[in-house]
């Protein structure tokens, strides 16, 4: 396993998974900043590390008349102020070659989304920056496919490698996720994340919209949690039935805490136990 430091959170070997939490998108600075600091203080008080992640411009969006975000500048200008502010690691998504300079000076960890986890050009001026990538598993991607997009990033000399499973298409606007994924594409070496709230979307399943199923993330996390997992990437937001992107699979603020707490019980079970040290050689 190649641990990955982000300042001073790591993720891999035996450590404590690392949350990774925030709204889909950035639609107001206040409302943000509400968010990142009620997640940094529930993390604080049990002990778990927090990257923080909202999404600038959310370019993969259904429609073309849905709401992306508030934009590269203004958003990336809202993300450097709550890294300063509540010092958090800050986590974003890039769409396009001409984002990755400007999310550099800024982000902490560069993220691919799903949909361009093939983009060559796009994993290699990532790569060539030298930051930590995520790099998430496209939603019609096996587990193994996933190594392609990794020796990409891996041919410009960067291994500060996340590998994240979100979930894979199974029949029209729904997603299932594969647990042997997560065993599988730790197995290569690098720490991987689960994305429980994306994986319980429902692509396309409202319309112009995509639709999901909140009621299953405790589920599928507590399940990721038992497989020795590195990460969990939750989407939160304070009224998810009023946000303006992913709100249906987005988790409630006010249940967060309660929740992280049961799954890092279960994150601790497995890693005392010793059962995952194989992947750790």
């Known amino acids: 396993m190649r641990p990955v430091n982000v300042g001073s959170v790591s993720f891999g070997g035996s450590k404590q998974l690392v949350l990774i939490a925030g709204p889909c998108a950035i639609e107001d600075e206040n409302l943000t900043l509400r968010i990142a600091e009620g997640l940094k203080e529930l993390t604080q008080t ?27 500048e203004r958003g990336l200008r809202i993300l450097e102020r709550i890294s300063n502010e509540f010092e958090l690691p800050i986590i ?20 691919i989304p ?16 030298g930051k930590p990538i995520n790099l998430k598993k496209g939603q019609f991607l096996a587990p193994w496919d996933i190594e392609h997009g990794v020796n990409k990033i891996v041919s410009t000399g960067n291994e500060k490698i996340l590998l994240t499973e979100r979930g ?29 709230t994306h994986s319980v979307q429902l692509p396309g399943g409202a319309g112009g919209s995509s639709s999901g199923q909140r009621e299953y993330v405790g589920s599928l996390s507590r399940a990721a949690a038992a497989t020795g997992i590195d990460g969990l990437f939750w989407e939160v937001h304070e009224d998810p039935d009023r946000a303006l992107c992913d709100g249906a699979n987005s988790l409630p603020l006010a249940q967060v805490k309660e929740l992280l707490k049961q799954i890092l019980e279960f994150d601790a079970i497995f890693k005392q136990s010793g059962i995952g040290e194989k992947s750790d050689d």
């Open 168 to 196: 894979v298409s199974f029949g029209y606007n729904n997603l299932v996720v594969d647990m042997r994924s997560l065993v599988i594409m730790r197995e290569m070496g690098y720490p991987v994340i689960f994305d429980a």
């Open 114 to 129: 799903a949909f361009l986890s093939r983009q060559t050009d796009l994993l290699v001026a990532a790569g060539q920056t």
């Open 92 to 111: 974003s998504d890039i769409h396009d070659v001409s984002q990755v300079a400007a999310a550099a000076d800024v982000l902490d960890i560069l993220q």
């Open 46 to 72: 049990l002990g778990c590390e927090l990257i923080f992640k909202a999404s600038y411009d959310k370019a993969n969006r259904t429609s073309v008349t849905s709401f992306r975000g508030l934009g590269v």
